[in-house]
């Protein structure tokens, strides 16, 4: 149980492009899920927090217009890179919380972003 | 969050126990101790969370100090497959909560 996906899995997208990553949770509901960005040889790095129905809370740093983050149901939080640059090619990966509370995160296998 | 320290990197060799440390001297009494892995290109993975005693689960075990300054993540057969980045986390329980990943132990277990 407890099984987070994220659509797709890799990515090429040319610059200037905007694209969009899934993260699903299949067999429970989501009352919070998280987005990461991780470069290589480097350490996960929080880009925001949302909740289902309300706006994302983004980390210091993190452009919430670059960045779309909707979280319409409480299996799925999408993460829109918008006008994708080369610095934005980097691992995204999504998590989510089952409970509120609970801080016990199940991660997604991450969506791999390449801007050319 | 109380901030972490571990050891960048440590070698096992397989079917020996594997104790990673982890030093959090300025933890805080409602704070929790996680430990999460990350094998390469993957999502990182939940391992254990301890508050004040010795817990056990089917992966591993975690040894707190008496003063909850430190930590040890004990996986007692180390295989292959455990090798990845392993990373330390102090948690505040109750609200959602941030997990903010520092640099980690590289474990590498070998032959």
């Known amino acids: 149980g407890a099984v987070v996906s994220q659509h797709p899995s890799w990515v090429i997208c040319k610059s200037g492009t905007s694209v969009k990553i899934e993260c699903r949770s299949l067999d429970f509901q989501a009352t919070t899920m998280f987005w990461y960005r991780q470069f290589p040889k480097q350490s996960l790095m929080l880009m925001a927090t949302?909740?289902?129905?309300?706006?994302?809370?983004?980390e210091q740093g993190v452009e919430k217009d670059k960045f779309l983050i909707n979280h319409a149901s409480l299996t799925l939080s999408t993460l829109t890179v918008t006008s994708a640059h080369p610095e934005d090619s980097s691992f995204y990966i999504c998590?989510?919380?089952?409970?509120?509370?609970?801080?016990?995160?199940?991660f997604g296998p991450g969506t791999r972003l390449t801007v050319l | 969050d109380a901030k972490t320290t571990q050891p960048p990197s440590m070698d096992c060799a397989e079917g020996r126990a594997a104790n990673l440390p982890c030093n959090h001297s300025t933890i805080s009494g409602n704070e929790y101790v996680y430990w999460y892995r990350q094998i390469h290109s993957q999502g990182p993975q939940y391992i254990i969370h301890?508050?004040?005693n010795n817990e056990t689960n089917e992966m591993a075990s975690l040894i707190i100090t008496e003063d909850r300054k430190s930590s040890t993540l004990i996986l007692p057969h180390a295989t292959l497959r455990d090798t990845a980045v392993y990373y330390c986390i102090v948690l505040f329980s109750g609200g959602y909560n941030k997990l903010i990943f520092g640099a980690g132990t590289r474990l590498a277990v070998h032959p």
């Open positions: 949302s909740n289902e129905g309300s706006k994302a809370t983004y």
């Open positions: 301890g508050l004040k």
């Open positions: 998590s989510a919380s089952r409970l509120a509370g609970d801080n016990e995160q199940f």
